[in-house]
């Protein structure tokens, strides 16, 4: 048991300091705030799990009245009942089986999560939860989060960014939401898999947690609905995490509430894309708050969507272009031997290649996307020979066309 | 007395026999026509008693009764008017009723000045004519030109009610004929040359694309940002498409004669047609209908191209009444007392942007829709219509430096050579299967005439597993291989055939991901 900063009471017993702190987590999901006021007002999480539950309720009437008081964003009547059902029945000590909630007295608890001014009291989990909390306690972690919808350039940062950092042994984190966050769980997930191949290949363990998911709903709460193949990868191959309870629905603001989360569990953040009010800012705040690095990828000036990096960049973030400058700054030593090549792709460059057309085309792919014009100029073939030059190479699985008649080398097989 | 002068009413794109009878008798003055006339056939009474008069003949002050033969036909339009006029004045004995006069039809709308208008379906009504064996047939001059394209016709074009009345008191002894149009100098005239293949910078990825869609009549979806060129691109299709043959011309010219979209006194439509209906256009406008059943714009691109720009904003049912002419080659339409078919031999050549704000996948410029409105947007292709595309096309917006590389060699007429030695090979490989090019070959076509060497099958399996293509996909790959191969000249259809036919399928459009 960790107790040590706000010692609780011999005469508490541990289980049911569990099922008080899954009852706060619970209502913590149909009240904003109302969690971390009663720790602040209690002096700390520690203190606020030793009051009486009455005292709770009696705590509780004080902070609705406040509440009312014109606020924008006011909770439904549903919610008000919900959070006023499940105050009324108490903890409840069956309501958080081990396997798939971890709350703040266990050990297995986040270490880096009490960092946060407001721990969330209790984290529910789906997927590989034991191999995942031990993952996030020991491995480094950070954050890859950015805009919903990205530009090609944007998602393919992110997937590249987070592919490397997978590869190099890095926990990727992010909010399991459309665009970036998409894009970094996928290359993850991927990166993991060829990892998992390498070890197994290598008579390592095979084992390990390829990406963490971290939701503003209930983890069994699959939102958004498209991401729905994502989400089944993410749990078998990786952990989803959320401080809701089951069943909890997406709602504006248990985003930001994630984003603490998310930031709390990193050691660095990067921000991909992202507009001037976008959620993946409030993910940068948090960790800068905490003392965390935060990096940002630079986009091109004046779009809409480098607003967001260009504003951290300009309040003294890093200066993210890929995986190895995070990498560096996470104490990585060797990245000299080796990494250059294997994070730019580029080892095909050599005298070989001049026989070959194939080769030729996959070499000109290198330095990103090109279409089949590109590629006839670069290589000077014909548009026909490049065409089916490509298809060859797509059958192969080593290109991928990209949209806008573009091809390029497919990443994180 | 009693007077008869043959004429024809068009149901479709076809001419129908019909005898317009006079009879004059004395009694109480009255004018009527009956024969199943509709409203413009009945207010030709007004035009035809002010016609006869302003052209100084007399209108019989007795009872006038006109009989449109035969009778359960319903007859349609202003076309009936000139031999109404001419049926009157023979009956009335102002205009002879030599013996010859039967071989005379007539066809035309008259003014109250007594001049005659033009109508459509001039040639439909020639050919009707020349089959019934009638000799000869009056038409107004603007459209002596498109008559005379019927051999074995004579064709007395006229201006006025006078010089059609010369003609039948002559029996067209002495009167002016039009003269025999020369199609074969017509059609070999080169084109205006305004709009060239070679006009077109850089794209040339797109640029073969379209060849081979062209040169195996694969219907296309051209995808890309707008001003890409997706219409320009459309606009050149028509150039580099086979010459069209005198058949094809006058099948052409049947269509766009009943239309009324023939320009007066041209014959004959020497170019192949490109249609390119607006998105909002009703599904009667593109696949033919209405009351009196006329050709959409489906049949107006009859052995030309049907370019649908914007191709996901038109509405659905239109989109869903292209299935059976894409499929069939025509069109048939199907009213309670008459059936109509109209030809539809045409390329499909659709064009849509990528998102609805045109910029999804492009590397310069964000997109800035939704990605629900993206995926709504692509949800609204249909899907059995897009099985008839054999070619998925990306148009690329081009860079600075590329709009500047122009391939002046490329010309219209050198691509349209390529691409006619391609289509003789597939007539001939086809012949005896009722396809005319390698996108109409049925899946047993396939089977039996494309013939693959033995490492384009490897290829073509070795995709079809790791690019998990449905055996459908498959075949209109094989398809287009074909005419690829057609278009190297080759036997067998060789692995880099199938490799290029594979980069024309659909790149799953629903996304980007990953």
Redesign the interface.
Known sequence: MRADADTPHEDVARAELRARAVWFAELAGWRRGFVGGLAAKCGGLGAALLLEPRAVAAASAARRRAARNGEADAESEAESSAFAAVLARGPSPEAAPDSSVVTWVDEAYPPQLRELPDPPPALFLSGLATAGLEALGRRHVVAVVGSRSPSAYGRELAATIARDLTAAGVLVVSGLALGIDAAAHEAALDAARGRRAGNASRGRPSGGVATVAVLGCGVDVEHPPSNRRLFARVRGEGLLVSEFTWGIGARPWRFPARNRVMAGLSEATVMVEGAERSGALITARYALDLGRDVFAVPGEAGRRLSAGPHRLLRQGAAVCESARDVLEALGYGDLAVGWGDRLTGQEAADGTEEDDPARRVAGALDGGARTADQLAAATRLAVPDVLALLAGLEVDGAVEACGGGAYRVRRGR | MLASVPSEALNGLEGHPVDVEADVVAAAPTFSIVGLPDAAVQESRERVRAAIVNSSFAFPSRRITVNLAPADLRKEGPSFDLPVALALLQATGQVPSVNGTRGIAAVGELGLDGGVRPVTGALAVAEGVRRRGVAGLVVPAQNAAEAALVAGLAVYPVRDLRQAAAVLAGGGAGADRAAPVDAAALLSTPPSGDVDWSDIA???????ALEVAVAGAHNVLMS??PGAGKTMFARRLPGIMPPMSLDEAIAVTRVHSVAGLLPAGEALVVRRPLRAPHHTISTAGLVGGGATPRPGEVSLAHLGVLFLDEFPEFRLSALEGLRQPLEDGDVTISRALTSVRFPARIMLVAAMN?CPCGF????ER??????YRV?QYRSRLSGPLLDRVDLR?????LAPQ?RRVLDLEQTSEVVRARVTAARERQLERLDGTGAYANAHMTVRHVRRLCRLDPEAVR?LD??YE??RLSARACDRVVKVAQT?ADLAGAETIA?????????YRS?GMGS???
């Not at chain 2, 999804?360 to 590397?363: A, E, K, M, S, Y």
């Not at chain 2, 692995?495 to 980069?503: C, D, F, N, P």
Request: proline share 9%; charged share 25%; with cysteine.
């Open positions: 850089g794209q040339g990825q797109v640029k073969r890309g940002p990528p999804h996948g492009d590397r964000e997109c800035t829709c939704p990605s995926r096309i990306e148009v690329p917006r590329e290829l070795r995709a790791q690019l690829i692995a880099s055939h199938v490799a290029e036919g594979l980069t790149h980007h991901a990953g």
